[in-house]
C-alpha cells in the first residue's frame, strides 16, 4: 500500500557532472507513488536535456525550465509544479537510498502538518562522516513539538534538528504556507527561512532512528565552500527574517525568549561570516574581519548574547569575535588554512 503520492523536488544547475547519480537513486525508489519534478534553473551544460530525457523515459519525472534565478526560486517554482500531498527535496549534486521515500513513508499519517526527519552522510573523497540529530528519535505531537523541538531550535551550537529541507517528507500545507518567508536573494542558510517556520508549525514531527539514507556530496568548488564577499550581507538579510519569522509565529514572553535564541543563533552566524574571510579572502580577510568584529553591532551582540561553544574551531572563531585584533586574526587565518589543506 501507498497511499500517499510523494512529490520530489530537484533544482537543478549546471549538474551534469552529478545528475544522472542523483536523479537514478530518485527514479529507482522501492516506493513507486512518486513524482519527481526536475527544475532546471537556466544551466548552460547539458542539465537541461538531461531533464528532459529522465521525463520522456519516465511518467513520473516531470521537466521544469526556466530563467536562472537561484536555488529558492528553483525549488519555489517546483512546489508550484507538484502535486504531491508530501514534499521531498534533493540537491542536484546529492543522492539517496534507494529505499529511503519507502521507509519514511511507513511512518506519515496522512495529516496536512506533518513533517518525518531522517539523518544524511556527508560524502567526501575520503569517505563519509555520518551526522545524526541531537533530537532523540520517536514521534513528537503537538504539545512534544512545542515543549521539546521548538524550544531548541536556534541558538545552539549543533542542530537540535536539522534546518536543511532535504532528507525529510513535509505536509506539503506546512511547505505553502510558509515559503512567504523564503527570499530568492538569500543564497546562504536559506533552508532556514522555510524550515524554520515549518517546524514551528508542525504538529506531528516523526524523527527517524539514525537512518542517514541522504548522501550530501561534498564539492569543494560549490557555492557553499568558496569565498562569498557578500555573505555577511547575506546573513544580516537573513536575521532580519528570521526575527520576522518569530514575530510572526509568537507572542508576550515566549516570543521575547525566542528573539533572544535568534541573537544566539546570530553568533554562531556571524562565526561562519568570520571563517569565510579567513578561508577565501586572501587579500582583504583581516580589514574585513576587523571592521565586522570592531562594529557596534558585532561589538553589542557579542556582550550581550552569552553562547556555549564546545567545537575547537568554534572557540577561535569565538575569541575572534570578542577580542578583534591582529593576533588572533592571524592566528585564524592560519588555522583555516591548515585546516582546509586536508579536507
Known amino acids: 500500500m501507498e497511499?500517499?503520492?510523494?512529490?520530489?523536488?530537484?533544482?537543478?544547475?549546471?549538474?551534469?557532472?552529478?545528475?544522472?547519480?542523483?536523479?537514478?537513486?530518485?527514479?529507482?525508489?522501492?516506493?513507486?507513488?512518486?513524482?519527481?519534478?526536475?527544475?532546471?534553473?537556466?544551466?548552460?551544460?547539458?542539465?537541461?536535456?538531461?531533464?528532459?530525457?529522465?521525463?520522456?523515459?519516465?511518467?513520473?519525472?516531470?521537466?521544469?525550465?526556466?530563467?536562472?534565478?537561484?536555488?529558492?526560486?528553483?525549488?519555489?517554482?517546483?512546489?508550484?509544479?507538484?502535486s504531491g500531498q508530501f514534499l521531498c527535496f534533493a540537491d542536484s549534486d546529492d543522492w539517496v537510498d534507494l529505499t529511503m521515500i519507502e521507509e519514511m513513508a511507513a511512518h506519515l499519517t496522512g495529516q496536512e502538518r506533518e513533517i518525518v526527519a531522517s539523518d544524511y552522510v556527508i560524502e567526501r573523497q575520503e569517505g563519509g562522516e555520518f551526522v545524526w540529530q541531537q533530537l532523540s528519535p520517536g514521534e513528537y505531537l503537538e504539545q512534544d513539538?512545542?515543549?521539546?523541538?521548538?524550544?531548541?531550535?536556534?541558538?545552539?551550537?549543533?542542530?537540535?534538528?536539522?534546518?536543511?529541507?532535504?532528507?525529510?517528507?513535509?505536509?506539503?500545507?506546512?511547505?505553502?504556507?510558509?515559503?512567504?518567508?523564503?527570499?530568492?536573494?538569500?543564497?546562504?542558510?536559506?533552508?532556514?527561512?522555510?524550515?524554520?517556520?515549518?517546524?514551528?508549525?508542525?504538529?506531528?514531527?516523526?524523527?527517524?532512528?539514525?537512518?542517514?539514507?541522504?548522501?550530501?556530496?561534498?564539492?569543494?568548488?560549490?557555492?557553499?565552500?568558496?569565498?562569498?564577499?557578500?555573505?555577511?550581507e547575506n546573513i544580516r538579510k537573513l536575521v532580519k527574517i528570521t526575527k520576522g519569522i518569530v514575530e510572526d509565529k509568537f507572542a508576550g514572553e515566549v516570543k521575547e525568549m525566542r528573539l533572544k535564541q535568534v541573537d544566539q543563533e546570530t553568533v554562531f552566524w556571524m562565526m561562519l561570516v568570520l571563517k569565510n574571510e579567513a578561508r577565501g579572502n586572501r587579500k582583504g580577510y583581516r580589514r574585513n574581519i576587523l571592521a565586522i568584529c570592531r562594529s557596534e553591532e558585532i561589538r553589542s551582540l557579542v556582550r550581550s548574547t552569552p553562547v556555549t561553544v564546545e567545537e575547537t574551531s568554534n572557540k577561535l572563531l569565538y575569541l575572534v569575535m570578542r577580542h578583534p585584533g591582529h593576533f588572533t586574526v592571524s592566528l585564524l587565518r592560519a588555522a583555516m588554512i591548515w585546516y582546509y589543506r586536508k579536507r
Open 145 to 232: 513539538v512545542r515543549e521539546k523541538v521548538i524550544p531548541n531550535l536556534l541558538g545552539r551550537e549543533r542542530r537540535y534538528v536539522t534546518i536543511s529541507r532535504c532528507m525529510k517528507l513535509i505536509g506539503r500545507k506546512l511547505v505553502e504556507e510558509n515559503q512567504k518567508y523564503s527570499d530568492p536573494s538569500v543564497v546562504m542558510g536559506e533552508d532556514m527561512m522555510l524550515m524554520l517556520p515549518s517546524l514551528i508549525d508542525c504538529k506531528r514531527l516523526f524523527v527517524m532512528d539514525h537512518k542517514a539514507y541522504y548522501h550530501y556530496r561534498y564539492v569543494r568548488e560549490s557555492m557553499v565552500h568558496k569565498y562569498d564577499m557578500g555573505m555577511y
Open 3 to 82: 497511499p500517499y503520492k510523494i512529490s520530489i523536488i530537484v533544482p537543478v544547475y549546471n549538474a551534469e557532472n552529478y545528475l544522472k547519480k542523483c536523479v537514478d537513486s530518485l527514479v529507482n525508489q522501492t516506493y513507486r507513488n512518486l513524482e519527481i519534478v526536475l527544475v532546471d534553473d537556466g544551466s548552460g551544460d547539458s542539465s537541461g536535456r538531461l531533464c528532459d530525457e529522465y521525463a520522456k523515459e519516465d511518467s513520473r519525472v516531470l521537466a521544469v525550465h526556466k530563467q536562472n534565478g537561484g536555488l529558492v526560486s528553483a525549488w519555489k517554482r517546483g512546489v508550484s509544479e507538484s
